[in-house]
Each structure stands twice: as C-alpha cells, then as structure tokens.
C-alpha cells in the first residue's frame, strides 16, 4: 500500500522479498544494504533468532533518488522463510506494492521453491491480491553451486508466467541491483497506471 | 486488488501535526508519532530528533501487525491498545480507525492513565482527519502526481 505525501513529497512503497528457507532474501537486503551511500539508507534491522535466521522481517529503507521532485522512497522487507512461520509471513504482506521471489538454485531445493512459491500466493489470495496483477519479478539465486538445476527447468517450473527473471549469486552481489531495480521500476509504473 | 493508497495532503498533515502536539502537551509526553499501519512515519511530535523514526514505525506496525495476529487467533476482533514498561520510556500504542497507529513515548513525569484518557480524545479528532482525507482523495480534488509522471521519467531514476 503506497503513500504518496504532497505534503513533504514523497513517494513511498513496500517491497517483499518472499522464498524458502536459506534461498539469500536476507543476504538480497544486506548486500543493498553494504553497497548503498549512507545518506540513500536507514538502519536495517533483522528480528533473526541467535542463529540468524528470519524470525519476523529484515527492514531497509531505502531511498532511490527523485521523480518531479518527488523523493521515491522504498522499504524493503524479508519474510521468514521457513514453513512453520506462515502466520508472520503473511502479515508482512499486508500493503505490499511489489513482490520478489527468490528461488534457490539448488536442485534439492527445487520442492522447496515449489512449496514456497504456492504459499505466496495462497498468502497474497488472502489478502485480496492477486500475483499475477501485482508488480512481481523472479529471482534465481545461488546460480554459482554446482548443484544448480539447470536455468530451462528453473524457468519451467517457477515462472509460467514468464516475469522477468534475473539470476543472481546474492552473497557476490550478482542480480541483487538489477533485481531490485526491475521490482521498483514495475511498481513506480503500475502506481503511474493507477494515478 | 486489496491496494488502498493513503494520500497526504498538505492541509490534513498540519491537522495531524497539531493533534499531535497537543496530545504531547497534554500528556506530559516524551514523543508522538502517528503512522501509517503499514509502517510508514506520517506525522511526530516532541522529542524525535534523536529518534530513528523509520525504525520506529516499522518495528511498531510490525507489533500491532502481530498482536492483530494474536487476535485473529483468540477471535477478538483486534487489541485496540499496547503498553510496555521500560526503565525510562513508556511506551503506548493504539490502533486509530483501523488504519493509523498513534505511539505515545512517556516517562516518570506522566502516567499510564493520563495517557490513556488524552489518546482518546487526540484519536477522535485523527478519525475525523482521516475521513476527511479519505473523502478527498476518492472526490480525486487535487492533481495527481502520477498524472505528470512518464515513463521516462521512471527510466531516468534507474539509470547509473
């Protein structure tokens, strides 16, 4: 759910980065996080548990510069990835503007991505959205394990839809930018469409 | 599509800021914020130069997201109200028309109580900033933004 403020004239929006357990949505957020000015970010702050998994969200704001003079400002968030946080997943998608599945490479993740990926829209569906209207792009992560299933099948069985899909190795920083510049240039357009 | 835009004008910011300011007077309090329930900062009052306000108001709509959870689960429609007790800051939060969180930060030189009875009030007049925001913007009375927004426009903002 954007806000738009004529007052201090801003643009504001709400990405989630939704995937499995371990596909590198937190990793996406840290290495914008490293790579961004300090003047362009807020703090990014992680409600993991002692072992660095996702308990609730990773948060980042982030500022991307001006349109008309209008400052476009993007919060990030993360969803925790494994199964059994379903309830805290879906209240991070409430008044999300646009989604980013992560999908793990790996070939043993593969049922993994299936399942979460269902699961995000089951969520979505909940909530009145639907993913196929939303901005939404794909990202395969971890393309660099020799374990990776092959880019055709990841495409077949993940992405039907055809989306935009980068490939990524999220720790290097490989696809982090490009995906997110694709994911807020979808919702700036579909926020223009509406207005 | 569940996509409910909130729009701030400049004339109802300024309501929210003096309801804001005299609920910080009133109250005896440290901090007011009033945000959006999906995290954004709307409008402060008081102490908040040194405040991470973005912070803040993620946390917060994050907490009030969660305790609406546990709601759902108990079958209460939601908690209108949350207080944690700290060393030196207290914090209050409250659920204004669905929509807005009203935060309250007080120390020893307030209560618990004062709080509670100057929020209600401070909440009924943002109710009714809200409804007046809501009918303008559906009334669609002032010039969109996106209206002069093109696609070049969104291009040049993603070029290195």
Same mark, same amino acid.
């Given at each position: 759910m954007s806000f738009i403020n004529y007052s201090s004239r801003e643009i504001n929006c709400k990405i989630v980065y939704y995937g499995p357990g371990?596909?590198?949505?937190?990793t996406n957020l840290q290495y914008i996080y490293n790579k961004t000015n300090p003047e362009a970010k807020g703090k990014m702050i992680s409600l993991a548990t002692e072992t660095e998994r996702t308990l609730f969200f990773d948060f980042l704001p982030l500022s991307l510069g001006e349109i008309r003079g209008f400052r476009t400002r993007f919060h990030l968030y993360t969803v925790p990835g494994q199964v059994f946080y379903d309830a805290s997943r879906k209240l991070i998608l409430k008044g999300v503007d646009g989604v980013v599945f992560v999908a793990d490479s790996q070939i043993e993740r593969m049922e993994a991505n299936i399942e979460s990926l269902d699961n995000l829209r089951t969520n979505l569906g909940e909530q009145g959205y639907d993913l196929d209207k939303l901005p939404y792009v794909v990202q395969l992560n971890k393309r660099d394990l020799p374990n990776s299933a092959p880019?055709?099948?990841?495409?077949? !069985?993940?992405?039907?839809?055809?989306?935009?899909?980068?490939?990524? !190795?999220?720790?290097?920083?490989?696809?982090?930018?490009?995906?997110?510049?694709?994911?807020?240039?979808?919702?700036?357009t579909e926020l223009r469409k509406g207005g | 599509m569940a996509n409910q835009q909130l729009v701030m004008y400049e004339e109802e910011l300024q309501q929210m800021i003096a309801v804001c300011e005299q609920l910080y007077r009133d109250a005896n309090g440290k901090a007011v914020l009033v945000i959006d329930k999906n995290g954004q900062a709307i409008a402060q009052s008081g102490e908040v130069e040194h405040l991470d306000v973005t912070s803040l108001s993620s946390l917060t709509a994050g907490n009030v997201a969660a305790t609406g959870g546990i709601a759902s689960l108990l079958a209460e429609k939601e908690f209108a109200g949350q207080f944690h007790e700290g060393e030196r800051t207290n914090v209050h +939060?409250? +659920?204004?028309?669905?929509?807005? +969180?009203?935060?309250v930060l007080f120390d020893e030189r307030s209560s618990l109580g004062l709080v509670r009875l100057r929020v209600r009030k401070a909440a009924i007049e943002l109710t009714a900033i809200l409804d007046r925001l809501t009918k303008k913007t559906e009334a669609g009375s002032q010039p969109s933004i996106f209206a002069e927004i093109t696609d070049d426009d969104i291009d040049n903002l993603f070029n290195d």
């Amino acid at each position: 759910m954007s806000f738009i403020n004529y007052s201090s004239r801003e643009i504001n929006c709400k990405i989630v980065y939704y995937g499995p357990g371990l596909c590198g949505k937190t990793t996406n957020l840290q290495y914008i996080y490293n790579k961004t000015n300090p003047e362009a970010k807020g703090k990014m702050i992680s409600l993991a548990t002692e072992t660095e998994r996702t308990l609730f969200f990773d948060f980042l704001p982030l500022s991307l510069g001006e349109i008309r003079g209008f400052r476009t400002r993007f919060h990030l968030y993360t969803v925790p990835g494994q199964v059994f946080y379903d309830a805290s997943r879906k209240l991070i998608l409430k008044g999300v503007d646009g989604v980013v599945f992560v999908a793990d490479s790996q070939i043993e993740r593969m049922e993994a991505n299936i399942e979460s990926l269902d699961n995000l829209r089951t969520n979505l569906g909940e909530q009145g959205y639907d993913l196929d209207k939303l901005p939404y792009v794909v990202q395969l992560n971890k393309r660099d394990l020799p374990n990776s299933a092959p880019l055709t099948e990841l495409q077949e !069985v993940l992405n039907p839809t055809n989306v935009t899909t980068f490939e990524a !190795v999220a720790v290097k920083g490989v696809g982090v930018f490009d995906t997110l510049k694709a994911v807020a240039k979808l919702v700036l357009t579909e926020l223009r469409k509406g207005g | 599509m569940a996509n409910q835009q909130l729009v701030m004008y400049e004339e109802e910011l300024q309501q929210m800021i003096a309801v804001c300011e005299q609920l910080y007077r009133d109250a005896n309090g440290k901090a007011v914020l009033v945000i959006d329930k999906n995290g954004q900062a709307i409008a402060q009052s008081g102490e908040v130069e040194h405040l991470d306000v973005t912070s803040l108001s993620s946390l917060t709509a994050g907490n009030v997201a969660a305790t609406g959870g546990i709601a759902s689960l108990l079958a209460e429609k939601e908690f209108a109200g949350q207080f944690h007790e700290g060393e030196r800051t207290n914090v209050h +939060i409250s +659920i204004v028309a669905q929509r807005l +969180i009203l935060l309250v930060l007080f120390d020893e030189r307030s209560s618990l109580g004062l709080v509670r009875l100057r929020v209600r009030k401070a909440a009924i007049e943002l109710t009714a900033i809200l409804d007046r925001l809501t009918k303008k913007t559906e009334a669609g009375s002032q010039p969109s933004i996106f209206a002069e927004i093109t696609d070049d426009d969104i291009d040049n903002l993603f070029n290195d």
